[in-house]
């Protein structure tokens, strides 16, 4: 399921994210060979609501997601932050 959680989120298909989460049990910590997770994809394209989403589905998953770092060295927040994606 990553590949299409990661095409998802790379393109803010929060709805289709939603639905997975409450009907598909997807796994959303999953990480990819760069190492990035859906997180790291909706923080570098700015999809706030996408990362609500998360958050609100399994906040300790999150608040762990937050912290992993890919291959560049990076946290979702660093990639947030490079792009100006903020609030």
Not at 18 to 36: A, G, P, T
Not at 63 to 83: F, I, N, T, Y
């Amino acid at each position: 399921y990553y590949v299409l959680t990661r095409c998802i989120a790379t393109h803010g298909q929060k709805e289709v994210i939603e639905y997975m989460i409450n009907n598909v049990s997807v796994q959303i910590n999953l990480r990819d060979d760069k190492k990035q997770s859906m997180l790291h994809r909706a923080a570098m394209f700015g999809y706030h609501d996408l990362i609500m989403l998360v958050a609100f589905h399994s906040p300790m998953v999150c608040r762990a997601m937050l912290d992993e770092l890919d291959l560049e060295k990076r946290s979702p927040l660093h990639h947030a932050a490079l792009k100006n994606h903020f609030r």
